[in-house]
């Protein structure tokens, strides 16, 4: 249909098809031959002759003319498993060949791993080889056996690298799936842990698992997070931010919808809070939504910490990420707009650093702030042999030199760097992120109009962020619908013994937690 | 399809916001710091019809200790320039002819007016101020008898802004001293729009021969010269009619009960009047109540006040309340002649700017409505006060006897 003007422009594309996908499951299935050889040969072809796909065949004594091989990829099991689980058993296996369910007893009688399971499919075959399990065949059986000895070199399970706390469990999630809801369920022990997993992404077969406590979190927005994560078609999953991409909330906003994090504590914690954890195969990050604008200032240490050190802690992140967004544009548009408002000898000193220098203060300040995100950057990249090289350059080519040459006020340099710190103290880097892209916007408004510009552009934020939603919760709450209760937990840290209710916004099922009891002494 | 026109619609909007924004540049009053000159204090006096303004600008690179290139301590830290014009914002605007920056009045301080341009009256000045929006209602207005000018080229030892020193230097007489009113330009406005249209303004002094006007004057361990405040200038319908000396003016302080903290000293024995004994008063409060007697007023005033002793020279016992009460009696004599020297030099020079005529309003307000014409001029020169002070001695200090009755006990003279 002939489509004029904007639409023309703006209209959407016909969708190409993209690349050479594999057939879905749903195509014509191919059946597994009887014949041990036939087998076997189409494997090896379907996996491209891999040098480390291994068959090895078994022939035993005991069993004279019956021909049976095991295939399994080396590398993604675990070897000593399968000569001990698996082949030994059959070597040491006498059974007469004519024998009913032959299928059905070397299934559960012979093989001496926790899961079998059998197969009758090129395709189930294939996959079941991939994740790791191995096959048996049986010549002149249409069927395989397939025994789950998955393993292979893995990462231990060792301390966070992001998250670190004082006090507190010292381990992290690793990238294995199975160990990672294996550390979740030894914190907690209920049946009300539900677990679902999903296969995700068409090439990779990522397991996704989402994670529950049944009689606390909201079941729509369970259903909801699941419904999401079955529609995802891609080709890969690789961390667990490709699935965040895919579920979140469809707005085009810098702030995050779903918190991340690589510890069993926290994830439990927000799920006895009503929270949902989506697990990734691949990645020790979990995710955790919903999530409100206030959980990312959470800390696991809040907990582990008393309260009043806590409470002034939370209180002191409020007022550095509202210093890291909002100071380089106070400080432009006071110095340029409104000179008034400084005290006299404060103004005389930022006049008497501004005499000689050639650039206006936005100007100078975008220098600086973009100065420091390239240092940031390299930062991030840098082996560790030359880290001292980068502070010493940053620091005192940069900073020192520049103000020395009058490229920029001492002051100017103050600010940035207070600003840069102050960023660093949100303790979701998701979060962190967000602030900087909007301390560029904010700057660049505050050199345009000045406060009047700070203030329209601090207005739409706030308008944009009460209008946020992450899974149907208000991203403002407890504070744009107003839920009193929980006030005293998002603005600082109440104490165990006054906890009454969860975070109800998030859970509207279940939001008694415990029953509230100051401690009290005996006396006498 | 429609939601992708909704989407570039507001894509649109947002761009056009933007565009417009970086157009409106030029009206937002964007001026960078080395753009302004900042004016710390601003002088005025009128001369062969002319009003001639004076401007102390501030230098901040000999201030600031990270002045580029290290602070120049040999240049001085403030330069005055003045202009001259029919009008006194006309004369501002001519400051252009010879300033590369624009003026910058906000951080205004002080404001000094030279007696002569207060004799030819200063309401064109109160309109300007009300006026514009750059400046600022708070600054200190001082009178001089010299030119303003002079004042303004006077360096203040110990402090880096003449304009601010002077500031700082009358809320430090209010609070310690408190002989002279601190007026603020919306006091003083607010008092001339007042009951009786009257208001005093303190007077700045250059005392010396040699003005330190550069920095190598100021080089000295003294002051060859240095500014004073001396002297209560009255000001009615905008005009100066008279002066007030010191002492005349804090009897007047007395009677207005602004004494925040302030040493009184008395004789405390008659056989030795030369011997003062001093008491700081901390706390005070007056109340003035106007009295109608026959065809004239009287003002009663009530004094209360609180005290520290600080020096005593005579030889009475303080532990005994007798003597105490003796010397706050004393103390309240004092203060009641300072009281009613105050008040005879402010009916002498026929300016109310005790509160009398407040107080008259307060209570007899069709009668004040009659009178107020003349009250200045007829009635006020004879009226009479009635002081009732009383003192109340807290603390003798740290310790009781004074030191020649110590002496005398200890076996001397």
């Given at each position: ?21 594999p ?12 014949g041990?050889?036939d ?9 491209g ?10 022939r ?14 080396k590398?993604i ?12 058993p059959?070597?040491?296996w ?22 079998s ?9 294939l996959?079941?080889?991939?994740d790791?399990q191995?096959l048996?065949?049986?010549n002149?059986?249409r069927e ?13 399970v ?5 998250q ?12 294995n ?15 009300d ?21 049944h009689?606390i ?7 909801e ?25 469809q ?10 994090t690589e ?13 949902i954890?989506i ?5 020790p ?16 240490e ?13 209180l ?6 509202v210093?890291s967004v ?8 006071i ?28 100007v ?21 042999a030359?880290?001292p090289a ?5 620091a ?11 490229l920029?006020?001492?002051a ?13 103290v ?63 937990d ?14 109800v ?20 | ?16 916001l933007?565009?417009l924004?970086?157009?409106?540049t ?25 009003w001639?303004?004076?401007y ?10 990270h002045?580029?290139?290290?602070g ?11 202009t ?9 605007s001519?400051s252009?002819y ?26 064109s000045?109160?309109d ?26 006077h ?20 609070n310690?001293?408190?002989?002279l ?14 009951p009786t ?22 080089a000295?361990?003294?002051s ?19 002066w007030l ?14 004494i ?16 003062k004994a001093v ?12 009295i ?7 003002l ?16 009475a ?33 026929k ?12 209570q ?19 009226a ?13 200090g ?9 002496q ?6």
């Open positions: 249909m002939e489509q004029g003007g904007i639409e023309r422009v703006f209209g959407k594309k016909k969708t190409k098809p993209y690349g050479q996908m057939k879905q499951a749903g195509g014509k299935p191919e059946p597994l031959s009887p041990i050889a087998n076997l040969r189409m494997l090896r072809d379907k996996l002759n891999s040098s480390d796909f291994i068959i090895r065949t078994i035993s004594d005991a069993m004279p003319g019956v021909e049976m091989a095991v295939a399994y990829i590398g099991v675990e070897e000593d498993a399968i000569h001990r689980d698996v082949i030994e059959i070597m040491s006498a059974a007469p060949p004519g024998q009913s369910s032959w299928i059905e007893t070397l299934r559960q009688r012979v093989v001496t791993t926790g899961a399971g059998r197969t009758a499919m090129v395709e189930d075959a996959n079941r080889l991939l790791g191995c048996i065949f049986t002149g059986f395989a056996v397939t025994a789950d000895t998955s393993g292979g070199e893995q990462r231990s060792s301390e966070p690298n992001t670190t706390v004082i006090r507190g469990p010292q381990y992290s999630f690793t990238e799936i199975s160990t990672n809801i294996g550390l979740l369920r030894r914190i907690i022990r209920t049946a842990f539900r677990m679902r997993s999903y296969t995700i992404g068409r090439r990779t077969r990522t397991t996704v698992a989402v994670l529950y406590m009689h979190a909201d079941p729509a927005v369970v259903q997070m699941e419904q999401r994560i079955k529609e995802i078609d891609i080709d890969g999953i690789l961390e667990s931010n490709y699935i965040e991409e895919f579920i979140s909330d707005t085009y906003t810098p702030f995050p919808t779903m918190m991340n510890r069993p504590d926290t994830a439990a914690s927000a799920m006895l809070d009503g929270q954890i697990l990734v195969d691949g990645s990050f979990c995710l955790i939504g919903p999530a409100t604008f206030f959980h990312f200032f959470r800390s696991a809040d907990n582990y910490q008393r309260f009043d050190i806590s409470s002034f802690l939370r002191l992140r409020y007022g550095a990420f210093v909002l100071l380089p544009s106070l400080f432009i548009a110095t340029t707009f409104h000179q008034e408002m400084l005290p006299t000898p404060l103004l005389i000193s930022l006049a008497a650093q501004r005499e000689g220098i050639p650039f206006p203060a936005l100078e300040a975008l220098l600086m702030e973009l100065t420091f995100e390239v240092l940031r950057e390299a930062g991030v990249r840098m082996p560790r030359i880290g980068i502070s010493i350059v940053g005192l080519v940069l900073g020192q030199s520049a103000v020395q040459a009058g920029v006020s001492p100017m340099v103050i600010v940035v760097s207070f600003t840069a710190i102050s960023n660093f949100t303790p979701q880097i998701s979060m962190a992120s967000a602030s900087r892209l909007i301390r560029f916007t904010l700057m660049l408004l505050a050199g345009l109009l000045g406060i009047f510009g700070i203030m329209a552009g601090v207005l739409f934020l706030m308008i944009h962020m009460t209008g946020l939603r992450s899974f149907g919760v208000p991203y403002m709450a407890p504070f744009a619908p107003v839920y009193r209760q929980t006030w005293p998002m603005l600082v840290r109440q104490p165990w013994w006054a906890r009454v209710f969860r975070l916004a998030v859970s509207g099922v279940n939001p008694h937690r415990q029953r509230g009891r100051k401690p009290r002494h005996q006396k006498g | 399809m429609r939601l992708r026109r909704e989407w570039c619609h507001k894509i649109c909007c947002t761009l056009l933007g565009v924004s970086i157009a409106a030029g009206c937002s009053g964007r001026t960078e710091l080395n753009e302004i000159s900042i004016v710390s204090a601003s002088g005025i006096d009128w001369k062969d019809g002319k001639i303004i004076s102390q600008l501030v230098l901040p690179q000999a201030i600031s200790s002045g580029m290139g290290g120049a301590h040999g240049a001085a830290p403030v330069n005055v320039f003045s001259s014009g029919d009008s006194i914002r006309g004369a501002i001519k252009s010879e300033m590369s920056r624009r003026l910058y009045f906000p951080q205004n301080q002080i404001i000094v007016v030279s007696e002569r341009a207060a004799k030819h009256g200063l309401t000045l109160f300007a101020y009300l006026r514009n929006p750059d400046s600022r209602e708070t600054v200190n207005i001082f009178l001089t008898k010299e030119s303003a000018r002079e004042v303004l080229e360096l203040i030892p110990l402090e880096e802004i003449p304009g601010a020193a002077i500031a700082r230097m009358i809320v430090n007489e209010e310690n001293g408190s002989t009113p601190n007026m603020s330009m919306y006091r003083t406005m607010l008092e001339l729009l007042g249209k009257t208001t005093g303004i303190p007077a700045l002094e250059i005392s010396g021969d040699d003005p330190l006007d550069s920095t190598r004057k100021t000295k361990t003294y060859s010269s240095k500014i004073k405040l001396t002297k209560l200038g009255l000001i009615q319908d905008g005009k100066l009619i008279g000396t010191h002492d005349q003016s804090y009897g007047v302080m007395w009677i207005r009960g602004e925040r903290q302030s040493t009184v000293w008395f004789s405390c024995d008659v056989k030795h009047p030369a011997e008491i700081k008063i901390h706390h005070m409060k007056a109340k003035r109540k106007a109608k007697t026959g065809d004239g007023w009287k009663q005033v009530r004094i209360a006040a609180r005290g520290t002793l600080l020096e005593y020279p005579c030889e016992d303080l532990s005994q309340p007798q003597s105490v009460a003796a010397l706050e009696r004393q103390a309240a004599d004092k203060i009641a002649l300072l009281a009613q020297n105050g008040f005879k030099a402010v009916q002498e020079q300016a109310d700017i005790v509160g009398f005529g407040d107080a008259i309003r307060l007899y307000p069709r009668q004040w409505s009659a009178i107020t014409k003349r009250w200045n001029e007829r009635l006020l020169p004879e009479t006060m009635e002081t009732d002070v009383d003192v109340v001695l807290e603390r003798t740290m310790s009781t006897d004074s030191f020649r009755k110590m005398s006990k200890a076996g001397g003279s």
